[in-house]
């Protein structure tokens, strides 16, 4: 049961990270309280929308540079999911046929357990991060998420404007 409990905490101040990461040092005390998966995902998607179309930008600058190593996009909906499927796991079995007596709850659990450590796992054995441009870097991040550019033509943007930057230095 602990294993489902240490799970939950690993999910929720994985999604509060994010939120810090958006916010820097302007997190309000309303979120500083924030802890279930859901009211954390909500509150990820009010303060930033794009969010995922962000960090699946950010993945395409990483890739731009050459770097071997790529940010992985969370599965907000898989980790709030799994998030509300551990609380089975929380409280004494009150019924021990149904539950610790029955293998498939604990097959059940093994799987949870397994999914949510894979998937955190993933994200957290990369770079996180949130991204911070400047307004040309804004002004192409708003042309590729309305598909007016590709993902092609923003690596290669940037690799311009990476080779602009070092033959000024």
């Not at 992985?72 to 021990?96: C, E, F, M, T, W």
Request: proline share 4%; charged share 30%.
């Amino acid at each position: 049961m602990y294993a489902a409990l240490e799970l939950r905490c690993c999910i929720e101040r994985t999604l509060f990270e994010y939120l810090v990461l958006m916010k820097r040092s302007d997190l309000p005390g309303t979120m500083e309280k924030l802890y279930r998966a859901k009211d954390l995902k909500k509150t990820i998607l009010e303060e930033d929308p794009d969010f995922l179309k962000k960090v699946e930008f950010m993945n395409l600058l990483i890739a731009a540079t050459g770097a071997p190593v790529r940010m992985v996009i969370p599965d907000l909906d898989r980790l709030g999911s799994l998030y509300g499927q551990l609380n089975d796991y929380l409280h004494a079995p009150k019924r021990p046929e149904e539950t610790a007596e029955n293998d498939k709850w604990w097959t059940r659990l093994r799987t949870l357990v397994s999914d949510g450590v894979e998937h955190l796992k993933a994200i957290l054995s990369q770079p996180v991060g949130y991204i911070d441009l400047n307004e040309s870097g804004w002004a192409s991040f708003g042309a590729w998420k309305r598909g007016e550019k590709t993902d092609a033509e923003i690596m290669e943007d940037f690799r311009l404007l990476l080779k602009l930057q070092d033959n000024r230095g």
